[in-house]
């Protein structure tokens, strides 16, 4: 791929520079706009602080914010394309659909695979609506305890938009599992694995498990820092120095799936539990898109991680990822020997 879209144009996967896979500017679940006891979205509000925290992330050395928000999540492509005027910060949005049990699932579940892929293949390469944004990746998102036929759909899709356009496939999987049905599927469509992203295989501790992604070639994310309601921080540090070890730093992408800009509605999890942002806040202090730059990256260094590793995950990952380029076979030196201190 020549060139990767962003909500404000074309770039070149050389020029995206440190990016941060998975975060989000706005979210709400289906049927937020039906809380009348949620806050009103003050959307002058929304982006001003959109802009305020992506600024702070462009002095961190953020240049690129991918923002995977589905179709049915509340995505608003012309909210990225301010936030990303007004704040100097490059942002890529998808194409595509939540999984069945939290997304919107009539309409798409109705059409045949060729028209979902037929509306994929619109949004990448004309723009979403008549916005003329195109979306410069696309989006797959899997439940459990099994892929459903609806999600199997979605990633038939998927995989043949993204083969035929020749973008890659950034995926959301449940508690960390079916990451490797996932590749599978869109393998068969034609996806090379290299361009695959599994999302959220930080959810379990399962070296194993990640190590498996990474030998099929696909990326693997530890992309929920500090969302430690799912697993503990330590847990997903220990979980990266492993692969780092191993020698698999070069397919490996951090991130938070943090929210910057708002929350629409109130947060609904699990489909039972109603949040407010402000109790999230309280009872996460650490999730926001700083995180890794501000408490994990020193902490990994620690380990043991080098300066190398973290260009590599955070600029050299990610271009190649957008790239569609195999990365080396070895890791950047091969299982480590000389690992310092514990982990
Ligand atoms: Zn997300």
């Given at each position: 791929m020549d060139w990767v879209h962003t909500v404000t144009g074309p770039v070149r996967p050389e020029d995206l520079g440190m990016t941060l896979v998975h975060e989000h500017l706005l979210l709400g679940f289906p049927g937020w706009f039906m809380d009348a006891l949620a806050p009103k979205f003050r959307r002058a509000d929304a982006l001003s602080r959109g802009v305020d925290r992506l600024q702070e992330l462009m002095g961190l050395g953020v240049a690129t914010f991918l923002d995977p928000c589905p179709m049915d999540l509340?995505?608003?492509?012309?909210?990225?394309?301010?936030?990303?005027?007004?704040?100097?910060?490059?942002i890529v949005c998808t194409t595509g659909a939540f999984k069945e049990d939290e997304g919107i699932s009539y309409t798409f579940g109705a059409l045949p695979v060729q028209d979902i892929e037929a509306i994929y293949l619109k949004e990448l390469t004309e723009g979403i609506g008549d916005t003329g944004i195109r979306?410069?990746?696309?989006?797959?998102?899997?439940?459990?305890?099994?892929?459903?036929?609806?999600?199997?759909?979605?990633l038939i899709a998927a995989g043949r938009a993204a083969a035929k356009v020749g973008c890659p496939v950034i995926t959301h999987t449940d508690q960390a599992r079916l990451g490797i049905e996932q590749i599978a599927?869109?393998?068969?469509?034609?996806?090379?694995?290299?361009?695959?992203?599994?999302?959220?295989?930080?959810?379990?501790?399962d070296h194993t498990y990640h190590r498996s992604l990474a030998d099929r070639g696909a990326y693997v994310g530890f992309d929920r820092f500090g969302i430690e309601s799912f697993i503990s921080d330590d847990k997903r540090i220990d979980s990266v120095c492993k692969m780092i070890r191993a020698g698999y730093a070069r397919s490996i992408c951090l991130s938070h799936d943090s929210t910057c800009a708002a929350w629409l509605g109130r947060p609904?999890?699990?489909?039972?539990?109603?949040?407010?942002?402000?109790?999230?806040?309280?009872?996460?202090?650490?999730?926001?898109?700083?995180?890794?730059?501000?408490?994990?990256?020193?902490?990994?260094?620690?380990?043991?991680?080098?300066d190398e590793d973290v260009r590599t995950i955070f600029i050299e990952n990610p271009r190649r990822y957008f790239r569609g380029e195999e990365p080396p076979r070895e890791g950047a030196a091969g299982p480590r020997s000389w690992w310092p201190r514990r982990g």
């Open positions: 509340g995505r608003d492509v012309e909210f990225m394309a301010e936030v990303s005027q007004r704040s100097g910060m490059r979306a410069g990746l696309v989006k797959v998102a899997t439940g459990v305890p099994k892929i459903s036929a609806y999600e199997q759909k979605l599927a869109l393998t068969k469509e034609g996806v090379p694995a290299h361009r695959v992203l599994v999302g959220h295989s930080d959810g379990r501790d609904v999890f699990n489909g039972r539990h109603v949040a407010t942002p402000e109790a999230i806040a309280a009872s996460m202090p650490t999730w926001d898109a700083t995180h890794l730059f501000k408490r994990i990256v020193p902490r990994l260094k620690e380990r043991g991680v080098t």
